[in-house]
């Protein structure tokens, strides 16, 4: 079992930055794809980007160029870096550890992004 805690969103001009953290309690932090995702009201859920344990990562191609996920295995924690916001990043950014057939969330972390 994996409990993800995401922190870091808040309010910020387009043009700016932000750092979401996903914080994992458990186990084998190491061995999971680590994932952020996107909720926009009513839209779905969108895959933003991901790292794997390897740490190749990928990403949608909205976000290429403005976003890196990183990750640090010795503190189980997860990152997103986020710069050149536009008003259309506005929503809800959840992590996800994922494994084999296990799948875990966070609760989310908004970011709105707005003049």
């Known amino acids: 079992q994996v409990q993800l805690v995401e922190s870091g969103g808040g309010l910020v001009q387009p043009g700016g930055s932000l750092r979401l953290s996903c914080a994992a309690s458990g186990s084998n932090f190491g061995i999971y794809t680590m994932g952020w995702y996107r909720q926009a009201p009513g839209k779905q859920r969108e895959l933003v980007g991901a790292?794997?344990?390897?740490?190749?990562?990928n990403y949608a191609d909205s976000v290429k160029g403005r976003f890196t996920i990183s990750r640090d295995n010795a503190k189980n924690t997860v990152y997103l870096q986020m710069n050149s916001l536009k008003p259309e990043d506005t929503a809800v950014y959840y992590c996800?550890?994922?494994?084999?057939?296990?799948?875990?969330w966070g609760q989310g972390t908004q970011v709105t992004v707005s003049s």
């Open positions: 996800n550890a994922k494994w084999r057939f296990s799948s875990y």
């Open positions: 790292i794997t344990s390897g740490e190749n990562t």
